[in-house]
């Protein structure tokens, strides 16, 4: 299974940006889906995710400004950034939980894929 980011880029505060993770390869169930960020000198971190059901979990620095979503039929997730600030930036790694035909369960991640906020 591969995953392939992609949306990132600069933008100016108060912008938005999409980023989309497409999966690849043999699928069989997708688990949670989500975005994570890691900014220069700090930890990675969880941006928002959402599960097989739908319900969704996000960092209290971005609710109300970001939305992640997931199309099971196409195997994707996607983050729209709204509102965006110079604090949001950091490289965004997609990441998604994948289980096997045997059940056997497996993180995966994208390579990352830099947004820049100018203030």
């Known amino acids: 299974v591969q995953l392939q980011a992609s949306g990132g880029g600069s933008v100016q505060a108060g912008g938005s940006l999409r980023l989309s993770c497409a999966a690849s390869?043999?699928?069989?169930?997708?688990?949670?889906m989500g975005w994570y960020r890691q900014a220069p000198g700090k930890q990675r971190e969880l941006v928002g995710s959402?599960?097989?059901?739908?319900?969704?979990d996000y960092a209290d620095s971005v609710k109300g400004r970001f939305a992640v979503a997931r199309d099971d039929a196409k195997n994707t997730v996607t983050l729209q950034m709204d509102n965006l600030k110079p604090e949001d930036t950091a490289v965004y790694y997609c990441?998604?939980?994948?289980?096997?035909?045997?059940?056997?369960?497996?993180?995966?991640w994208g390579r990352g894929t830099l947004v820049t906020v100018s203030s």
């Open positions: 390869g043999i699928i069989f169930t997708i688990n949670d």
């Open positions: 990441n998604m939980g994948h289980s096997d035909l045997l059940g056997i369960s497996k993180q995966y």
């Open positions: 959402v599960t097989r059901i739908g319900y969704t």
